[in-house]
């Protein structure tokens, strides 16, 4: 490991980011990757990264990616602001930024010797929950990411397209502050190239809302085969604050997702909206937790999965309400579809509750489809394979219909229902 | 049309039809009556194709053609339809889509053009009056949230639209207050046709006072045991089953 802290003097960052750098690289050499002893791990073998890269599994190797964003699976039809990163790397040309809103890309700010503001971005808690190994060596070598600070009351009148292309080994760093009152949408895009390269997508994203702020925030996972991703999203919310998210997760060898919600004032409500559809060997692993840290706040989670070959796809849905986080209400739900018998699913819920004051809901369901219903459309002149995707399609419709940019769910509901066999054209489908 | 032959079919090893002999022709409209466990809804369900139910003996051939060799989808291909005793719900599949998909299914099977969007939306619109379904219902998930009659409306509906040549309706009166009951007959019998049978199965003589059938059957104990027009419909009314069966017996 100490070869990684050689490496980050050739990355830029003022003198304060270099010390935040060294710290990191070193609480990287020390803890080192998650092992299957660690709890939240104990279902993902992150060891196959260091099988397929190598011991020095976080070296960013430069790629040689000539395509221009136009040509790649990108959302055309969607009215966005873009930001293109390419092997991890920001792509003026390529990009529209939006006026009157502080936005920059990191590498910009890291120029910058005296620019403390991305500071922050690089400061670790080892406390946090769900830490681990991989958040430090993105702190220690990330060189690019989305910055971004929407003031007071200023709603942004198109969503935040921020794409990411590449199979090269990339760490990300990304920060979005909303002031009070302030309403945004980002959308990340993940999406690989068809080369049959292997790296490592290793993706922070740190959002901070303020009082009354509103968030959708799309989180689209479309790496290509061999690609591994990790990615922690960390929200903290400020009073009558609104955060929504909607992670899919269609693409990679192995994803992992850690997403933290702390729910730091009255009042502060989030929404937590999962898809995966996985095949082949696919390996897709969720662990959100959600802090009820301050009375009548509000926690939707709503996960779905469709495994099929020999996917395998881990849950883990924590919540946890403080001592004095009267009046909580939450709920959380995970709908599990097998359409394989080799595929495999282990989910959990976990409730941590400090108070009596609360109302704390959920349920989980694993299941293939339903055989009065695969009947029902067969008797109405369907055909086997049709009846069987309409139900699959059906089953995902409830996290589909939640989002709320058409754009991005007919490109999901068409990427997603791809990668099963023999769908056709989807038009009109859903209820 | 359809010709049912020393019928045998058993469910997890038991067997509940016991050699059921039937024939119906083109236009007949049937009313097959008995007790409840009598082998009322084995039979409609064998004749439509669904998964548990073990022929053992006897054929059931439908326009010359071995029906139980055919997959469900075929059979409504050939022109059957099944309404439904407990139409389930299907969230998230639009009704009007999976129809769209049936009848194409079907059309393509028969070698005719396919419906474009538009012409489908306009006969659904036109069948969907036909038992008084509001237009909202079209674009809702299937049966999703519908009451108990709404569903049995909704079953009608899709004859309607699907234009079977031999209808089975399984139980179609059942849990239906009367209101809801004449609709439902009157949208059978809007569809009663020289070249479409219907075979209604129920328990409940109430149905045969809305929907006239040609001829009335007693199915009890897997078999059918005795057959006559209209009237045995009003006599089984009053007399109960039990005289049937000791008629048979002796």
Redesign the interface.
Known sequence: MSDLTLNIASLPGNVGVQAQRSQAADICARTGLPGKRDEDWKYTDISRLTATLGDAWWLTAPTAINSDATSLATIDDLDAYRLVFIAGQFQPEQSNLPDGVQLRPLSELLQNDTDDSAHCLFKLDESAPLFNGLLAANSALASDGLCACIGDGIKLDKPLYAVHVGNSTAHTLNGLMLGKGAEATLIEHFIGTDSDQAGLSNIATYLRLGDNAALTHYRLQLESDKQFHVGRVEVKQARDSRYTLHAVELGGSLSRADIVVNLAEPGASCALNGLFVASGRQHIDHHTRIDHNAPHCCSRENYRTVLDGRAHAVFNGKIVVAEGAVKTDSAQSNGNLLLSKHAEIDTKPELEIYNDDVKCAHGVTVGQL????L??????????D?ARQ??T???A??ILVAMDIKAVRSFIEKEAFSKLPNLGDLE???? | MLKIENLHASVAGKEILKGINLEIGAGEVHAIMGPNGSGKSTLSNVIAGRDGYKVTAGSVTYNGKDLLAMEPEERAWEGVFLAFQYPVEIPGVNNTYMLKAGVNAKRKHQGEQELDAIDFMQLVKEKAKLVELNESFLSRGVNEGFSGGEKKRNEIFQMAVLEPSLALLDETDSGLDIDALRIVANGVNKLRREDRSIVMVTHYQRLLDYIEPDFVHVLADGQILKSGDKSLALELESRGYDWVKEEAAA
């Open positions: 339903d055989k009065n219903q009947f029902y459309l067969k008797s109405r002149g369907l055909s086997e049709e309409l139900l399609v059906a089953f419709d409830e009109g489908v859903l209820g």
